[in-house]
């Protein structure tokens, strides 16, 4: 969301998801796109240890002339381990399998255009003092994948989902330590699954509607929410406008001191399986100067929490496509283990 400027925020279902490899095979990115490859960037011809998966939720969808998000599938793999050369190929056209080695310290966010895979190799992969920004006005970011990261000290939003981007998965990562949002969804974005991500040392985790007056967003951001942890994080997890159906789905929400789920603007969300943890508020139904929204609520936990205020009814997700539910009580094991870096193959 664009607001004022101010002080960095420092305060703080299951095996089926692990299953269509995302790098198809290429040749020298070089050659593939008929320039030499940047400094500090190597080229491959298949990932040396394959990252593979399917979402589940909503970037599974057949919408929108996309069935389902494969990211950079089919197009040349490449290594990078600069800012130049991520921003090159983040940003060219075509599918690319982009895999992010070490630490590359950006500036701004960099647009990524629309039929990538962004994987970070092994455990550490970082993304610091800037941020990705999923399409422009002029260039979609759709069917992107980002998946075993980590982003730490943006200068705005770690990730932006933004200006119409669909079809769009966010896996495995582990945010902190930004400026504004560190996973903001939206301008019209749609069919977006966020899922085994670990959110901590921050205040604002996860936007999803860019503002009250923005009501080009009814219609749109259709977005699942499952198994990411809320680690201590204050805020918006996620704080919704206008989305229908919203599913937040097994996520384990630990020690967060403002709120858990918020539903503003007629939003409806469905909240299942979760487990909130010292959570004074879990849910509300409206925020701050925010309208009220919808929420159903089932099958969750609340322990040392408060209670969830809930209203009205909320489409299905069922209407979309298939999940199962895993049993609260074993989220925050399975949600503590297996969100974050380093618990995927890449």
Known sequence: MNTAPRPRHRSAVTAM???????????????????????????????AAACTGTPVGFATVNALGQNGTTGGAGG????????AALKDYVGRAGPYVIQVSGRIQVSG???????KSILGVGTTAEITG????????????????IRNIRFTGAEDDS??????????????????????????IKRES?????????????????LLGHSDGYTADIGKLRVTYHHNFFDGTDQRHPRVRFADPVHVLNNYYRNNA?????????????VEGNYFENVAHPIYVGYDKSGPGRVVERNNRYVGSGTPQTAGTVVEPRTYYAYTVDDPATVPAKVSAGAGVGKIGC
């Open 17 to 47: 998801l692990l299953v269509a490899a995302l790098a198809g095979a290429g040749g020298a990115a070089g050659a593939a796109s008929g320039t030499a490859p940047l400094p500090g960037t190597a080229t491959a011809g298949k990932l």
């Open 130 to 145: 800037g941020g990705l920004q999923l399409g422009s006005t002029t260039r979609p970011g759709n069917n992107v994948i």
């Open 159 to 184: 990730i932006s989902v933004t200006n119409k981007a669909h079809h769009v998965w966010i896996d495995h990562n582990d945010l902190s330590d930004g400026y504004d949002g560190l996973l903001d």
């Open 190 to 206: 749609d069919f977006v699954t966020v899922s085994w991500n670990h959110f901590h040392n921050h205040s604002k985790s996860a």
């Open 109 to 115: 966010m960099l647009t990524v255009v629309a039929n």
């Open 258 to 270: 403002l709120y858990g789920v918020a539903s503003t603007e007629n939003a409806g969300v469905l």
């Open 76 to 83: 040349p793999v490449v290594t990078v381990t600069t800012a």
